[in-house]
């Protein structure tokens, strides 16, 4: 429950920052603009794997039985 509740209230705060990063980003360069694009992009991929890794070995081990 506790972990909902952080992952929730961590959305919300992304939510009221996304207003300023899209502004900084339309500022930059086009060039700039896809290269920050992107590195944002794989981080949040990045972040999403280390955090679902342990749970997607549990559920390999629990098939392996």
């Not at 360069?29 to 590195?39: E, G, H, I, Q, W």
Request: charge should be negative; charged fraction near 15%; include cysteine.
């Amino acid at each position: 429950m506790t972990k909902a509740i952080v992952s929730s209230a961590a959305i919300f705060a992304l939510l009221l920052m996304v207003e300023p990063i899209c502004t900084f980003i339309d500022s930059l360069s086009p060039a700039l603009n896809m290269a920050l694009v992107f590195v944002m992009v794989g981080a949040i991929m990045l972040a999403f794997y280390l955090m679902m890794r342990s749970e997607l070995e549990l559920c390999e081990g629990h098939y392996e039985r």
